[in-house]
T-cell receptor, first 109, second 115 residues
């Protein structure tokens, strides 16, 4: 089976940088994705890493190390609207996503 | 990426009744759709993979006779919660694999409350 671990909660202030880590154990690994979900809303796609290294998309960056079964999401210049839950998810050969437990990010003024 | 419409967004039903949730892929022909369930402050758990024109594939522990899935066309999958009970109250979300880099698009979700 698959399992993904990430911190349950992170708190940071506006303008700061925060890193959310994710470690995974899975078979048939294709890549690691990150999703953002605001309370009551649907998850929205943030990033995907299939290869080792850093992928940057605006204020958000995501990193993957396949040898360490580890990745992280980096959020820069935090804004209040970034307060949400963030999920890492693995894509396996079955094509469905398996989600981590989620990290609740609270951005404070 | 794909555009996914899910309906209804919110439903309250009495215990013992059935509820149907629709998931439509508006601009993308989806041979496969995925159904997830999410309890408050918890992660999304895959319930089943809906396959157009064939039977759905259910995850371990998900009762296929209770959660009926029909995927009769390339744009529509339905999830019917039969004989609903209060413990079935949850947030149900569908998704479609669409876009580059394994970007899955999710419906807006259905908040089911069974009273």
């Amino acid at each position: 089976g698959q399992s993904l671990e990430q911190p349950s909660e992170v708190t940071a202030v506006e303008g700061a940088i925060v890193q959310i880590n994710c470690t995974y154990q899975t078979s048939g690994f294709y890549g690691l994705s990150w999703y953002q979900q605001h309370d009551g809303g649907a998850p929205t796609f943030l990033s995907y890493n299939a290869l080792d290294g850093l992928e940057e998309t605006g204020r958000f960056s995501s990193f993957l190390s396949r040898s360490d079964s580890y990745g992280y999401l980096l959020l820069q210049e935090l804004q209040m609207k970034d307060s949400a839950s963030y999920f890492c998810a693995v894509v396996t050969g079955r094509r469905a996503l398996t989600f981590g437990s989620g990290t609740r990010l609270q951005v404070q003024p | 990426g794909a555009v996914v419409s899910q309906h209804p967004s919110r439903v309250i039903c009495k215990s013992g009744t059935s509820v149907k949730i629709e998931c439509r892929s508006l601009d993308f022909q989806a041979t496969t759709m995925f159904w997830y369930r999410q309890f408050p402050k918890k992660s999304l758990m895959l319930m089943a993979t809906s396959n157009e024109g064939s039977k759905a594939t259910y995850e371990q522990g998900v009762e296929k006779d209770k959660f009926l899935i029909n995927h009769a066309s390339l744009t529509l999958s339905t999830l019917t919660v039969t004989s609903a009970h209060p413990e079935d109250s949850s947030f149900y979300i569908c998704s479609v694999e669409g876009g580059a880099n394994y970007g899955y698009t999710f419906g807006s979700g259905t908040r089911l409350t069974v009273v």
